[in-house]
């Protein structure tokens, strides 16, 4: 038998429930006939989660010597999505009864429940007996049921169906299902209905919350998916179509940033004079409270037409929105090109004074920090930030302060060179090993606290929430019982002791990054599958890994590391993509500003190794200019890096073609994804130096307390 198999089988009988869990799905996702007797053996778990991945990998299987279990699960299982899994196992088996049992599952109480109806129902092989099933559906009085039958339908080409789903959308009991099921028809139409719900809903309605998801966000996710972007190749006379894309940059841009450019592209292709009043008409529509917020939002995208929109609105308002822009410009700090270029333009209309004062142009930040290894090249350790106006704080990357470590940071991630590599006058370093695996758990374990009351301050933020409260008080209780507080450093302190509901917007954004290094520390304790490389990760699921507010001792005395060679694989893994993301940023501020590449030793260094693997650094300047030279020197040094890990295997893609993500190459990403993947590369490079070599060494004869 395959020996990760079989070191999956035997996780089954771990006493931790997530363990058991994590292993079920994983044997199911091999798909390997070799997995069926431990699949079985989940089948039979006290935790509906682990019985729910056995049916689904039997299922997966398809092999009829495991009808009866299936069979059994289905009769008997008392959690519905145990059975729903089984009965699609039998359907793909031929069992007619399974199959037409299925559909009943849509009208399920239980939403998680509706949803693996219809993905089991979705998967089936052929469409007429899918079609038979369903279109009884269409006359549903349930609501839920009535919206994915019809969602499926559309695809297989019923006439009615669309309109039947449209029903559903409109229906506060239909509406979730609806949006969820959006996306199996990718429809113009589709994304056109539920962009006109978003823009519609009242912000009560879209703050809905459903299993720890707002509505808000599942139109946006829905949104993306169902394709929006195919509305942008539409008639330009639209009018209430333009409308709504205005409202969707305006107020909702943060749940669809991979279309803000595209949709700003499209909206500027109108004269900005029309434009402006297009803008103008929009804000007269929005609350009054709103309308400068939301002008300070737009007018950065559309400089052009700002001037027209002020000349359109009311004194008092337009006082307003221009004093919402002068703040947004002097926080901006001229970090932002757009707040930039809107201010110029406005500094030569009657509005002038708003601006006095205000800086024009970026201000170049360095700071330089050298590696350990005397042949390797310096990295720059802060590149002129990435600015445009959808990158919110929640992205910037934070010194390293010891006085307010977050609690992610609390553990020094100390720069090791090699023995006798020291230059004179430099700092001694304390040598480090690796965490113990017990106090990997317990980090992990502190993380998720900060996780859990994060999720708990946003229902909070949201609305007075007595069940949150007395939840948050329980978690500041147990983290305090269990000595958990002794791991956290003086800001994560601060915040976990902080009365209920007092967290600002800003100590929500950056707690939520702390679900990236949660990620990683849950795979380095075998518990979990590595991150996706250019996306963030979602909380909600990783915290249902953890103990949270019960015993940990069972989770810290189990815990165990992965080998410290795939650690530090990843940790050099990222650490490439930090340094190319760092690259990339420097060589777009060199573009904009040339100034930025003088006189930079660091940037020298990493020119001159540049030019060592092939880049012929004199050829480029000579035809293009020194900034030019030195931009695709970075670039050329990046893919020479990216290479590397290529021809080990680290990272997607064949050696020499350089990195790429979302389809795209790391020079042709827009500044928000940019910045996105710098921020997850920051985050993810210290949990995993933290992993491979976190803990400083106590002197011979020195124990902790010492």
Known sequence: MNEAIRELGQQLESEDASERETSALELAELEDPQTAPFLIRALEDQEASVRRWGAYGLAKLGRPEH??????????????????????????????????????YLSAPSLDVRRDAAEVLFALPGPPPLRALLKPLLSAKNEPARAWAAAMLHTLGEAEAFARWRGALASPEGRVDAVLSAPLMREPRAARELLRLLVELSREELEATEQGVTLQEMLGKALQLSGLDTLLGGDETDEELRADLLTLLGRHQHFVPELAEELIEFLSQSPPEKLGRELAQLLSAQEREERAAIFAVLAPLFPQAAPSTLIEMKGAEREEALQAVARA?????????????????????????????????????????????????????????????????????????????????????????????????????????????????????????????????ERLARAKDAAAREELLRIQRWMEEEGLFTTVGVTGLELLESEPGTWSEEDRQSISWNAEELHLLLWALKQGKLPPLDARVEAAPLLERLPLLKDPQPFLESAELRFGEEIEAQRDRWEVLLECARYESLARGITADPSIAEGDPDLELLLESAEEVGFDRRGTAAKHGKARASAEGLRHWSRHLVTQLQEEGLLPGKPGEGLVLQGKRLQELSDDALATLLALAHGRFQALEWLAAGDVILPEGEDEAG
């Open 67 to 104: 009808a009866q279990a299936l069979r059994r699960a289905w009769e008997k299982d008392s959690n519905p999505q145990v059975r729903v899994q089984a009965a699609a196992g039998l359907a793909r088996l031929g069992e007619k009864a399974a199959l037409e049992k299925l559909p009943q």
């Open 329 to 457: 410009a002097a926080e901006a700090a001229g970090e932002d090109p757009r707040l930039v270029e809107l201010t110029e333009k406005l500094r030569a209309t009657p509005y002038r004074h708003h601006f006095e004062g205000l800086p024009t142009r970026p201000q170049p930040r360095k700071a330089k920090r050298p590696r350990a290894d005397a042949s390797a090249v310096r990295t720059i350790e802060e590149m002129p930030a990435i600015t445009t106006a959808t990158v919110t704080r929640e992205m910037e990357i934070p010194p390293v302060d010891p006085l307010t470590r977050t609690p992610t940071q609390e553990l020094e991630l100390l720069t090791v060179g090699l023995a006798g590599s020291r230059e004179e006058g430099e700092e001694e370093w304390d040598p480090t090993v690796p965490p113990e695996p017990a106090a990997v758990a317990q980090r992990a374990l502190v993380i998720g606290g900060l996780l859990r009351r994060l999720a708990l301050e």
